[in-house]
């Protein structure tokens, strides 16, 4: 049992390049998370998935778009990187919305030039 | 993964002493309050929860008091343990749902021999 996994560890990537950020859940959790955090700041939800076929945007959300491929996977992706977008990227699962107890995983650490 | 960067509040215990960490929260209307755990290198991790209608909670050698007159809430860690080394985030329910959590900036807790 994995929990949460999150692929890459590191990413660098120059100003206006993509990326996809790849997450897996094998908790049969229905709800997941992308979060991004920055020194200083706390956690900051960017998109969320409720359940299987949903998103919503977060507090966050613009220069990202995610996809719930399944009820295991959901993808972040960053279409043009900007160096504001350096930071790093942690998933989160839990059994639903309306649970407030989150599993995350080890998160990716991004720069951007 | 990493955990949040460099100029956290930092909190430095004996190891065998009581560690008490703060956090002050917002808003009002939050009525569920999360403490999660981040040790170097990893994705947060959920200790306990408390709700608005309680003032009190209690978990393995850690406890949750939670003041809402003054919008105040603490982590007490019993027997400080060289493990419970960690940053350590409050989160609330700002938006009154567990899907959009506004975390805290985080305290770090340094445990000395």
């Known amino acids: 049992n994995a929990g949460v996994t999150q692929t890459p560890k590191f990413q660098v990537l120059k100003t206006g390049q993509s990326m996809t950020l790849q997450c897996a859940q094998d908790m049969n959790h229905n709800s997941m998370y992308w979060y991004r955090q920055d020194p200083g700041m706390g956690l900051r939800l960017i998109y969320y998935?409720?359940?299987?076929?949903?998103?919503d945007k977060g507090e966050v959300p613009n220069g990202y778009n995610v996809s719930r491929l399944n009820k295991r996977e959901f993808s972040l992706r960053l279409e043009s990187a900007a160096p504001s977008q350096t930071s790093v990227y942690f998933c989160?699962?839990?059994?639903?919305?309306?649970?407030?107890?989150?599993?995350f995983g080890p998160g990716t650490r991004l720069t951007v030039l | 993964g990493e955990s949040v960067g460099l100029h956290l509040p930092t909190l430095s215990v004996q190891e065998g002493d009581n560690s008490i960490i703060n956090c002050a929260y917002s808003n009002s209307a939050s009525d569920y309050f999360i403490w999660y755990k981040q040790e170097s290198g990893k994705g947060p991790q959920f200790i306990i929860d408390?709700?608005?209608?309680?003032d009190k909670r209690q978990g393995q050698r850690v406890t949750v008091l939670l003041n809402k007159t003054v919008k105040h809430l603490s982590l007490q860690i019993a027997a400080t343990q060289p493990g419970d080394s960690a940053v350590y985030f409050c989160?609330?329910?700002?938006?009154?749902?567990?899907?959009?959590?506004?975390f805290g900036t985080g305290t770090r807790l340094q445990v000395t021999l």
């Open positions: 408390i709700r608005s209608n309680m």
């Open positions: 998935s409720a359940s299987e076929g949903t998103t």
């Open positions: 989160a609330e329910n700002g938006a009154g749902t567990a899907s959009k959590l506004t």
């Open positions: 989160a699962s839990s059994w639903t919305s309306g649970s407030y107890e989150q599993f």
